[in-house]
């Protein structure tokens, strides 16, 4: 698998994390409005401010815009700020956000009001952005959304060495649940400059003015202190050499080093820079398609993307149910798995012993419906002049116990047997269970070892019975989407959030696969064998069935939500074929 280059884009934001130091120390941190009784916790003093009072864009010849970053960050002092979101996982009502507000070991818990969270994104029209030109002429204003989650640094060097939050805002269609946060005595940047649309500015003098909007000053009592910035816009022809105001064909990157910063196809929408760097399994990025689609390939959207630390962190509050049938927890003969951290390397060699099924806590693998759907004419390896529907699917696993599972190899042969490890609370291996193979997978873009019983995909009739079956079924396990974060045990820094990590060589004698709580594993379907082919099919209405585990070899908690269906409907003629999206209940994505 290729990795999303995101080294550039991790580079610039510690570079602006250390500039914030040099001018947090001026900041002043404005009252919280209102006075709060002794015994509830206080809420954290949240200010804005500017890293620096001049910043310079590039706009890329041939692009619509310019991705900003004008170095406006949030601050906060006295307490994290933390925010859970959620909405129920039928999809049929809308989201809901808390803030809780901590101190020591007590909590207190202020509904957000009704529409300033309406997806997974950050919060909804947190800044108002005015552009004015060197005549002082007002040119463009933007409302701006604010994830708490994006790049981030200290201010003070006593503050807390790392951050436990998440480091990005989930995009997926089918999040369920969220948490964001920004640690005490640390800030976070404002801008997303990857993430959205760019800005139409043509190259010249500008000076920004930052505010945040009245709504947000009064929730969270900030004062009313915009930040002003000069901005300098300057051209970039594609083949290098610099051109227009104020550019330096010297230090102007390449198209290919445009491309792995992210500039390349506007990067991947609605992925935060840098943030939760889950790179799907996906070979493309562009946008995503519309509710119509037909004709011609279709890049795919990836998962969430940055790699977070290697930093686990367990909830140990506010968990909601692991599932409808169990409810597992300390006790004699079982444990809530909260202190399960396996390594990504896989055991050295193959299990002894007889195989058992402790009673431990297990996985919940459950399917989210797909999408991202459209129409193609195939990928490399399928065949030409028919028609395929394309589309992205994500296993998650809501816990309360990471999915492990390792493959062992034969010397000489391109297929491992696969099992299944359970642990106990100290993270000590209690037993093993097999739960299939591994195969090669010798294709170009895929290149790495598969777990074949992980899922499988059908297209089923308006009966919804099977009609096509996906060649894809096999699957390399990687914790790329934040699913949800609010379930019990999970973790907000996964390993493995990349292909590189977890699929293993060529060579490999053994690999280790992990799934863990909270996260999902998101296959975009743009790659030989992963999408159905459609050519011969009647126009109708259709219904993509994602399923988890399909032979039951994996042990979970429950396995009633392994199935999720998503409906389609087919028109036109073989060559030009079109697909229609209905909405899932409120999920309105294709």
Same mark, same amino acid.
């Given at each position: 698998?290729?990795?999303?280059?995101?080294?550039?884009?991790? !580079?610039?934001?510690?570079?602006?994390?250390?500039?914030?130091?040099?001018?947090?120390?001026?900041?002043?941190?404005?009252?919280?409005?209102?006075?709060?009784?002794?015994?509830?916790?206080?809420?954290?003093?949240?200010?804005?401010?500017?890293?620096?009072?001049?910043?310079?864009?590039?706009?890329?010849?041939?692009? *619509?815009?310019?991705?900003?970053?004008?170095?406006?960050?949030?601050?906060?002092?006295?307490?994290?700020?933390?925010?859970?979101?959620?909405?129920?996982?039928?999809?049929?009502?809308?989201?809901?956000?808390?803030?809780?507000?901590?101190?020591?070991?007590?909590?207190?818990?202020?509904?957000?009001?009704?529409?300033?969270?309406?997806?997974?994104?950050?919060?909804?029209?947190?800044?108002?952005?005015?552009?004015?030109?060197?005549?002082?002429?007002?040119?463009?204003?933007?409302?701006?959304?604010?994830?708490?989650?994006?790049?981030?640094?200290?201010?003070?060097?006593?503050?807390?060495?790392?951050? $436990?939050? *998440?480091?990005?805002? #989930?995009?997926?269609?089918?999040?369920?649940?969220?948490?964001?946060?920004?640690?005490?005595?640390?800030?976070?940047?404002?801008?997303?400059?990857?993430?959205?649309?760019? =800005?139409?500015?043509?190259?010249?003098?500008?000076?920004?003015?930052?505010?945040?909007?009245? +709504?947000?000053?009064?929730?969270?009592?900030?004062?009313?202190?915009?930040?002003? &910035?000069?901005?300098?816009?300057?051209?970039?022809?594609?083949?290098?050499?610099? &051109?227009?105001?104020?550019?330096?064909?010297?230090?102007? #990157?390449?198209? +290919?080093? +445009?491309?792995?910063?992210?500039?390349?196809?506007?990067?991947?929408?609605?992925?935060?820079?840098?943030?939760?760097?889950?790179?799907?399994?996906?070979?493309?990025?562009?946008?995503?398609?519309?509710?119509?689609?037909?004709?011609?390939?279709?890049?795919?959207?990836?998962?969430?993307?940055?790699?977070?630390?290697?930093?686990?962190?367990?909830?140990?509050?506010?968990?909601?149910?692991?599932?409808?049938?169990?409810?597992?927890?300390? %006790?004699?003969? !079982?444990?809530?798995?909260?202190?399960?951290? #396996?390594?990504? $390397?896989?055991?050295?060699?193959?299990?002894?012993?007889?195989?058992? =099924?402790?009673?431990?806590?297990?996985?919940?693998?459950?399917?989210?419906?797909?999408?991202?759907?459209?129409?193609?004419?195939?990928?490399?390896?399928?065949?030409?002049?028919?028609?395929?529907?394309?589309?992205?699917?994500?296993?998650?696993?809501?816990?309360?116990?990471?999915?492990?599972?390792? %493959?062992?190899?034969?010397?000489?042969?391109?297929?491992?047997?696969?099992?299944?490890?359970?642990?106990?609370?100290?993270?000590?291996?209690?037993?093993?269970?097999?739960? %299939?193979?591994?195969?090669?997978?010798?294709?170009?873009?895929?290149?790495?070892?598969?777990?074949?019983?992980?899922?499988?995909?059908?297209?089923?009739?308006?009966?919804?019975?099977?009609?096509?079956?996906?060649?894809?079924?096999?699957?390399?396990?990687?914790?790329?989407?934040?699913?949800?974060?609010?379930?019990?045990?999970?973790?907000?820094?996964?390993?493995?959030?990349?292909?590189?990590?977890?699929?293993?060589?060529?060579?490999?004698?053994?690999?280790?696969?992990?799934?863990?709580?909270?996260?999902?594993?998101?296959?975009?379907?743009?790659?030989?064998?992963?999408?159905?082919?459609?050519?011969?099919?009647?126009?109708?209405?259709?219904?993509?069935?994602?399923?988890?585990?399909?032979?039951?070899?994996?042990?979970?908690?429950?396995?009633?939500?392994?199935?999720?269906?998503? $409906?389609?409907?087919?028109?036109?003629?073989?060559?030009? !074929?079109? &697909?229609?999206?209905?909405?899932?209940?409120?999920?309105?994505?294709?």
């Amino acid at each position: 698998m290729t990795r999303h280059p995101y080294s550039r884009a991790r !580079r610039s934001a510690i570079a602006g994390a250390a500039a914030l130091s040099v001018v947090a120390g001026v900041a002043g941190a404005a009252p919280v409005a209102g006075a709060a009784t002794a015994a509830e916790p206080t809420a954290p003093q949240l200010s804005l401010i500017a890293a620096s009072k001049s910043v310079t864009l590039d706009r890329w010849e041939g692009e *619509p815009g310019v991705y900003v970053d004008l170095g406006t960050y949030v601050t906060v002092e006295g307490g994290p700020l933390e925010f859970r979101v959620t909405r129920a996982d039928d999809f049929k009502t809308p989201v809901v956000a808390q803030q809780i507000i901590h101190k020591g070991s007590t909590k207190r818990v202020k509904n957000l009001p009704q529409g300033m969270v309406t997806d997974f994104s950050g919060l909804q029209g947190f800044l108002q952005v005015t552009y004015t030109d060197a005549a002082g002429k007002q040119v463009l204003t933007t409302d701006e959304s604010f994830c708490p989650n994006n790049a981030s640094g200290r201010i003070r060097p006593d503050a807390p060495a790392t951050s $436990k939050y *998440p480091e990005s805002c #989930p995009t997926n269609p089918f999040t369920l649940g969220s948490v964001w946060g920004v640690e005490n005595g640390w800030a976070t940047n404002t801008s997303r400059r990857y993430d959205g649309e760019p =800005v139409d500015l043509p190259a010249g003098e500008y000076t920004a003015k930052v505010a945040v909007a009245k +709504r947000y000053r009064d929730l969270f009592g900030m004062a009313d202190k915009p930040q002003t &910035v000069k901005v300098t816009v300057r051209e970039i022809k594609d083949d290098g050499g610099g &051109v227009g105001f104020g550019a330096d064909a010297r230090s102007a #990157p390449s198209a +290919r080093e +445009r491309a792995a910063s992210g500039h390349s196809g506007h990067a991947m929408p609605g992925h935060s820079m840098p943030g939760h760097a889950m790179s799907g399994h996906s070979m493309g990025t562009g946008s995503a398609a519309p509710a119509t689609a037909h004709g011609g390939h279709h890049d795919g959207r990836g998962a969430d993307a940055p790699t977070p630390p290697e930093l686990p962190h367990v909830l140990t509050n506010g968990g909601k149910a692991v599932s409808r049938s169990a409810q597992p927890g300390d %006790g004699a003969g !079982r444990t809530d798995g909260s202190r399960i951290k #396996p390594a990504l $390397k896989a055991a050295a060699q193959r299990p002894t012993g007889r195989a058992s =099924v402790p009673d431990v806590p297990k996985p919940d693998l459950r399917a989210l419906p797909a999408w991202d759907i459209a129409i193609t004419d195939g990928e490399d390896g399928d065949i030409a002049g028919k028609d395929y529907l394309a589309f992205s699917a994500n296993v998650w696993n809501a816990g309360p116990a990471p999915l492990v599972v390792d %493959g062992f190899r034969s010397p000489g042969k391109d297929l491992m047997d696969a099992y299944q490890y359970f642990y106990d609370a100290d993270g000590k291996q209690v037993g093993y269970s097999p739960s %299939g193979t591994m195969e090669w997978d010798a294709r170009v873009g895929h290149e790495h070892w598969h777990f074949t019983d992980f899922a499988s995909y059908r297209l089923l009739g308006a009966d919804q019975k099977e009609v096509v079956r996906s060649g894809k079924e096999a699957f390399c396990l990687a914790n790329t989407d934040a699913i949800d974060y609010t379930v019990k045990n999970a973790n907000w820094a996964p390993n493995n959030t990349d292909l590189s990590t977890a699929c293993g060589e060529q060579n490999s004698i053994s690999v280790r696969e992990v799934l863990d709580v909270g996260s999902g594993d998101t296959y975009t379907q743009y790659r030989p064998g992963q999408s159905f082919e459609i050519t011969d099919l009647p126009n109708g209405t259709y219904y993509i069935e994602v399923l988890a585990n399909p032979e039951n070899r994996l042990h979970e908690t429950d396995l009633s939500n392994n199935v999720a269906l998503r $409906k389609v409907v087919l028109s036109g003629k073989p060559g030009a !074929r079109k &697909v229609t999206v209905p909405p899932h209940h409120l999920v309105t994505a294709p």
